[in-house]
């Protein structure tokens, strides 16, 4: 047979909207640019998205990963209000679109509902994040509740859970208080950690600590939490999260794209950690590459090969579906899988299925299916030719 199934792909971290300035930050904009830098040209972005323009922003990047044999996107999501700041009448609108999005291409969503109150420690406020900003944990876990209402009366096939942006976004009280929600609740908590040097140093001057270990200290890490990033860590932090039974999300190409680090890789494997991936700020959305990635940027750093496991194939398979689904609330669903061609030229020859994993490209996946039903047939989506074109229409108008 030339054609064999594999589980489907889970994405554990995606930021939708950051579709829209794909390849338009590849340029010198300061002395020395960094993450630093390109966060503002991403806040110039998302204060020009309309709720529409969000709508058709999320769905093009979903048919890209449903293309890709993403089946299950967790979904980071922290653009809530107007461009002032000022809620909509629905103070859950941009949620829906994103909802709606993901309804449209047939890909599984969890919403992980992004709480951000600040633009850091001793900062100003940054008129770019107008429209992340929720002022407390109150009015948050309010929406957050009201949302969660909605979408169980209209029976909506969509998973809600919490995300405390970071430990620059948000006062710790207010961290402290949603941590706590989502264990009342048996939620996943995900929450960017560690992903700079520049955040460490923000944490040490408010905590005088690092953030892994600000929540270790405080009893904050669980089995349903999920550290975003945790580039630079150190061993003890390693434990620590070990010791918690806590998963890692890392997002290779996002972290080399923005000169972040290296993911440490080999030390959370070798404590036991659970690693997945996501596609971040939507620079390439490969997941199989991510996966890879974790131990090819191991190999330049270490000057040699096979570093994570003996034989790579399963464990790399796992980081990027079982892993995931861990991550996101729930075990592997059989019903959501993909079928690849193996006679196709970028796995040609593959000694088997999980060979492909080290080569396998997008034309390799013919079709994918998500809760049984088939969204990807032979290579393509039925409303991918709307999806493309609505969003070039929406490039047009917010580059012209």
């Known amino acids: ?34 993450f630093w ?43 809530h209000h107007q461009p002032n700041g000022e809620p909509y009448d629905d103070p859950n609108l941009l949620a829906r679109q994103i909802i709606g999005a993901a309804e449209s291409v047939g890909i599984r969503l ?32 309010q929406r957050f509740e009201e949302l969660g209402a909605a979408i169980a009366r209209e029976e909506t096939p969509v998973r809600l859970a919490l995300a405390p942006h970071s430990i ?13 929600y989502g264990a009342a609740h048996k939620l996943p908590v995900h929450m960017h950690l560690s992903e700079q040097p520049g955040e460490l140093d923000q944490c040490r001057a408010e905590h005088g600590t690092t953030p892994v270990a600000l929540l270790a ?7 349903t939490f999920t550290a975003v990033h945790a580039t630079h860590i150190s061993d003890e932090e390693v434990q620590a999260l070990a010791a918690a039974g806590a998963t890692v999300c890392a997002c290779p190409t996002t972290e080399r794209n923005l000169g972040d680090g290296i993911a440490p890789a080999d030390r959370l494997v070798a404590a036991g950690v659970p690693i997945c991936v996501g596609t971040d700020s939507q620079i390439q959305i490969d997941l199989l590459e991510d996966a890879r990635e974790l131990e090819y940027h191991l190999r330049l750093q270490r000057l040699r090969r096979v570093v994570l496991a003996d034989d790579l194939a399963q464990p790399l ?8 689904s861990k991550s996101l609330g729930g075990a592997a669903n059989d019903d959501d899988h993909i079928i690849i061609d193996l006679h196709d030229p970028s796995i040609a020859g593959a000694p088997d299925e999980l060979g492909a994993v080290f080569s396998l490209e997008r ?22 030719e709307e999806i493309v074109g609505r969003f070039v229409a929406v490039q047009e108008r917010l580059w012209r």
């Open 217 to 223: 200290q405080h009893d904050l890490l669980s089995d």
């Open 37 to 79: 830098t390109w966060r503002e040209a991403m806040y110039h972005a998302a204060q020009r998205l309309s709720p529409g323009d969000i709508y058709d922003v999320a769905r093009m990047a979903f048919l890209e990963m449903a293309l890709s044999g993403i089946t299950h996107v967790g979904e980071f999501h922290y653009l």
């Open 363 to 384: 034309t390799a996946i013919r079709d994918v299916f998500v809760g049984g039903k088939q969204i990807i047939h032979d290579g393509r989506h039925l409303l991918q």
């Open 317 to 324: 398979l796992d980081i990027a579906t079982v892993n995931g």
């Open 168 to 180: 620059r976004a948000l006062p710790f009280e207010y961290i402290r208080e949603l941590v706590r």
């Open 110 to 141: 969890t919403l992980l509902m992004c709480a951000y109150a600040r633009a850091g420690y001793n900062k100003p406020a940054n008129p770019g994040q107008a429209r992340f900003l929720t002022a407390t944990p109150e009015l948050f876990l």
């Open 1 to 34: 047979m030339s054609k064999v199934r594999l589980p489907g792909l889970v994405n554990v971290h995606s930021h939708t909207f950051q579709r829209a300035i794909r390849g338009r930050t590849e340029h010198r904009t300061a002395a020395q640019d960094d």
